[in-house]
């Protein structure tokens, strides 16, 4: 879909112009098209080459620490070649829309997105697995492997994501709750809706009243919510909604 006349993206747009609260939740396919790897596209995503609860869950950690770490380590690298694309920037062009990403690379906060809510963490700094407090930023280039706390000596330093089994950041959660009961559409973007509890909060916009509006290379579990599906590439239909492109 790459015609700004289709009629799906001039319905879509028109629905979005009239909106006075939009906000956006987006995963792994917004950033897909700069490079950084999805987690359930068939062939090419993480978890068709990777079992998720060995590199993202508690129990994976304490069992291969050093599997996990040189996971993340790759996949820090490639985000720090990556860059904002079109539907990022596109996105950031829109300062009036509440960001909920369930994504852990910056790129939406270096397209200029300030409204943004990570939902799973942030992968460009290290946190103390026992909790001490601990947090530091993570050079992407070049990021360390397992290491001691510093400041508890605890074992050991890990992503600030959320892993299988951990809860969500508590303040990011209420956050998304609230910006999620007063939007009146939501652009659900480039997300396969399966991970809770970040995929309820389509299903409480959608209850609460708000438009749904997809964008995604496929349908997902939340097309049945859908009032406007737009199937294709985020980078090529955001800039087309939003005005940008
Ligand atoms: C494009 C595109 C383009 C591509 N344009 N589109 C059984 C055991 C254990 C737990 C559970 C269980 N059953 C249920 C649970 C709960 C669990 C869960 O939801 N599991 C289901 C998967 C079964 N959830 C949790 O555990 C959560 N915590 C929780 O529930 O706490 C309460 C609790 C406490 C104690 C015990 C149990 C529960 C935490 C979830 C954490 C998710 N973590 C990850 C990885 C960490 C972050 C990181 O390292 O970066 O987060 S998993 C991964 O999935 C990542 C993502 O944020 C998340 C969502 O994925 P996303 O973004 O949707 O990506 P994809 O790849 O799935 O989809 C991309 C889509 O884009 C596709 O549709 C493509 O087609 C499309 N696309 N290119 C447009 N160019």
């Not at 098209?33 to 999805?38: D, E, F, K, M």
């Not at 994976?60 to 990022?88: C, S, T």
């Not at 959320?162 to 303040?171: D, K, N, V």
Request: with cysteine.
């Amino acid at each position: 879909m790459n015609d700004p006349h289709d009629e799906r993206i001039i319905l879509a747009s028109r629905a979005i112009a009239k909106s006075q609260n939009p906000c956006c939740f987006s995963g792994a396919g917004l950033s897909a098209p700069s490079g950084v790897g999805t987690f359930r596209d068939p062939g090419d995503g993480w978890w068709s080459r990777h079992d998720p609860m060995k590199l993202a869950s508690p129990d994976g950690f304490a069992e291969d620490p050093e599997l996990v770490m040189k996971w993340y380590a790759a996949r820090r690298i490639q985000m720090a070649h990556a860059q904002p694309n079109a539907g990022h920037l596109a996105l950031a062009c829109r300062p009036d829309i509440i960001q909920i990403t369930q994504n852990t690379d910056d790129l939406l906060k270096r397209a200029g997105c300030d409204r943004l809510i990570q939902l799973h963490g942030d992968i460009t700094s290290d946190r103390c697995h026992g909790n001490c407090g601990h947090v530091e930023h993570v050079d992407m280039s070049n990021p360390s492997l397992n290491r001691y706390c510093p400041a508890c000596s605890v074992w050991g330093m890990r992503p600030t994501v959320t892993w299988f089994g951990e809860s969500l950041p508590t303040a990011a959660w209420a956050l998304a709750e609230e910006a999620t009961l007063n939007c009146d559409l939501m652009l659900v973007v480039g997300t396969s809706a399966v991970v809770y509890p970040a995929a309820a909060l389509i299903e409480l916009a959608s209850r609460a009243g708000a438009t749904i509006v997809i964008i995604n290379s496929e349908s997902t579990a939340a097309t049945p919510l859908a009032d406007h599906e737009l199937i294709g590439s985020a980078e090529e239909i955001l800039p087309m909604l939003l005005g940008s492109g």
